[in-house]
C-alpha cells in the first residue's frame, strides 16, 4: 500500500510485471492518529502518505446549528420506512435536543430520533427527553431498557408473532432477522411476551 501511495505502482503477488496505477485515495477515521502514531500505535511512514490534505469534521456538539436539519431529515426517513405520519416537531424537543451533547455524534441522534419515531404513535414526535437528562454512566442503561419493554410490548401485542404484516418485525419497522438480533442483545425471551404477564 505504501509502494502505491508513494511511487503509484505495484506488482501482483506471483507477478513479475510492475503495474501503473492513477488513483486518489480518501481515507477517514475517528481516532487521533497523530496520538497513536507518538505512541507507536500506527505506522508513521502510512500516516505521513494519508495525512496529505486533512479535513478535519468537528463534532456535532460544535456544530448545533446543523442538528435541526439531520432531526427533521431522520424523522422523514424512519417515519416512512414504518409507514408512520409524523408532522411536527415540539419546540421543546428541537431544544431539548440541540442542548444535548451527543458524544456519539451523528449516530447517536440517529439512534435516538429512530427509537422516537417507533414511541410516537400520533402525528407530532414524542421523545423520550428524560433519556437526555439522565447522567452518562447510565444513559445506555435506559436506553436499552425501555427498547426492551416496547420490544416486549409490541411482541405481546402482536400475539408472539414475529414475520408476517401483522408480525413484530413489520410493526416495529425492521427486518425478522434484525428484531431477532436485538431480541437476542436484550435479553429477550418467549417468556418474557408469552407468559403470564402477557395479554
Known sequence: MLRVLQDREFERLGGNRTIKVDLRLIAATNRDLVRSVAEKEFRSDLFYRLNVFPIRVPALR?????????????????????????????????????????????????????????????????????ELKAESPGVESSLENTEREYIIRILRESGGMMAGPKGAARRLGVKRTTLQSKMKRLGITRQDYSGPGSD
Open 62 to 130: 460544535e456544530r448545533r446549528e446543523d442538528i435541526p436539519v439531520l432531526v427533521r431529515y431522520f424523522v422523514r426517513k424512519f417515519a416512512a420506512r414504518m409507514d408512520r405520519v409524523i408532522e411536527t416537531i415540539p419546540t421543546e424537543t428541537m431544544n431539548a435536543l440541540i442542548r444535548w451533547n451527543w458524544s456519539g455524534n451523528v449516530r447517536e441522534l440517529e439512534n435516538f430520533i429512530e427509537r422516537s419515531v417507533i414511541l410516537t404513535e400520533g402525528t407530532a414526535l414524542r421523545a423520550p427527553l428524560a
